[in-house]
């Protein structure tokens, strides 16, 4: 970025008999004529880098889009100072630049960029001087985790929902999501480590209570009361019909059922009182 070397036109020079290694850099704002010049027996290799303006016609895997840094405008950042953490040439998480280096090509030793962070994230080196560092992201009960960089947007999706019941809301680190109320749904990923939870809800189903009370709608395993109306004269309860799994005695006037995954409905029925007629 912005290199000056002795010479006017050209960016890098090579001087004779030197055997050079260009790899995993980022060439921009550079107004000279040229990126190299070559003296005699010299020999350069230019591979993984990012060059605009017609790139490197002498080199592999070149890039010529736009690194998108944070703030070209701002190279030290806000604190002004090189090699720290808002340095306006760190790369932003959309760059072409991001983890499309050599590995090969990083010096032994190298473990951190320029501003301390881990040299190689994501599974493969950026080019120029900084790692975009990659933040976890945990989503329980649901997809969507994974390492990512600060900017990123990631879709997250809830696991089915369980039987009677469904999703719900998104809950924990939720800043950032763009709908917690629905899923899938999107989320832009913060320079933290966050964590990300599907919620459920139970659903409502409908109890239908003929000749009795205990109407309403209830969630599955809902144990809920269930009375029959006052048999009419000359009879008696008799025992509940219909939809009678979940109902725990069916031969008692004032009993429960437990709500299935379904609407259900029981009915009351009563028969003639016995006479004695002795």
Known sequence: ?????????????????????IANCVFWVD??????????????TVANCLIPEGGYAGGTNIITEDPLFVDASNPTGPDGVWGTEDDGLRLQSASPAVNVGDNASVPAGTVTDIAGATRIQGGVVDLGAYETTAYSLDVVDGSGDGSYVPGATVTITAAAAPAGMAFSQWTGDV????????????????????????????????????????DGGYSIGTEVAIVADPAPAGQLFDRWTGDVAGVDEVGEASTTVTMPAATTMVVATYKAKPYDLS
């Open 1 to 21: 970025y912005g290199v000056a070397p002795t010479r006017a036109s050209e960016s890098i020079i090579a001087f004779a008999a030197q055997n050079i290694l």
């Open 31 to 44: 107004s000279r004529s040229s990126l190299l010049e070559l003296d005699a027996d010299s020999n350069i």
């Open 175 to 214: 800043a950032t999501v763009a709908d917690v109320g629905i899923s899938p749904t999107t989320l832009t990923m913060p320079a933290q480590d966050i964590t990300i939870t599907a919620t459920y809800y139970y659903l409502a189903y409908s109890l239908i209570v003929i000749n009795g009370s205990g």
